[in-house]
T-cell receptor, first 114, second 109 residues
Framework: DAGITQSPRHKVTETGTPVTLRCHQT?????MYWYRQDPGHGLRLIHY???????DKGEVSDGYSVSRSKTEDFLLTLESATSSQTSVYFC?????????????FGPGTRLTVL | DAKTTQPTSMDCAEGRAANLPCNHS???????VYWYRQIHSQGPQYIIH???NNETNEMASLIITEDRKSSTLILPHATLRDTAVYYC??????????FGTGTSLTVIP
């Protein structure tokens, strides 16, 4: 699992509430990613980070923000959750300084917004 | 826009080779093709990747056509544990991965 943990693993929340998902890695990887996975879709990139305080948007970033104040943690925040954000969220890392090559994925967080 | 297209599902007999096709007709010259698989709801697992040449590792072989518009993942001797969704992915600048919808492979005893 490349030393990646995600918390919580499951969460049920109500529309309009803020939600923060955490991705934690133990190996000082520079590049980290957040994806969502919905039925009928593969994984879609939300945001990624290429270092502390360095982040950029992915394919489906609307409604999400991220923060990376230290190397090991990459946080995904839904400021005001909506039912359309019900999904499974995966975090990933790429080893190495150049950020090229295979991505290794965490176990996922299943989020339900009622 | 989908960067890859794959058949929705395939079956393969246990012990036989599984050949999973993928079309990526709009791929650029410096974009890699990656293959991952996902078992149940686990995180995707890396299988193999390539740019132009065919590649082989302990899990699979990757055959890329000369024009790079399509590729085939080959599992040489499929087992029941290979039942999974297989994703063909184009890696673009910034190491961004574009997943397709994948092929659900069922290995039949």
């Amino acid at each position: 699992d490349a030393g990646i943990t995600q918390s919580p693993r499951h969460k049920v929340t109500e529309t309009g509430t803020p939600v923060t998902l955490r991705c934690h890695q133990t190996e000082n990887h520079r590049y980290m990613y957040w994806y969502r996975q919905d039925p009928g879709h593969g994984l879609r990139l939300i945001h990624y980070s290429y270092g502390v305080k360095d982040t950029d948007k992915g394919e489906v970033s609307d409604g999400y923000s991220v923060s990376r104040s230290k190397t090991e943690d990459f946080l995904l925040t839904l400021e005001s959750a909506t039912s359309s954000q019900t999904s499974v969220y995966f975090c990933a890392i790429t080893p190495g300084l150049a950020g090229e090559g295979e991505q290794f994925f965490g176990p996922g967080t299943r989020l339900t917004v009622l | 826009d989908a960067k890859t297209t794959q058949p929705t599902s395939m079956d393969c007999a246990e012990g036989r080779a599984a050949n999973l096709p993928c079309n990526h007709s709009t791929i650029s010259g410096n974009e890699y093709v990656y293959w991952y698989r996902q078992i149940h709801s686990q995180g995707p697992q890396y299988i193999i990747h390539g740019l132009k040449n065919n590649e082989t590792n302990e899990m699979a072989s990757l055959i890329i056509t000369e024009d790079r518009k399509s590729s085939t993942l080959i599992l040489p001797h499929a087992t029941l544990r290979d039942t999974a969704v297989y994703y063909c992915i184009v890696r673009v600048a910034g190491n961004q991965f574009y997943f397709g919808t994948g092929t659900s492979l069922t290995v039949i005893p």
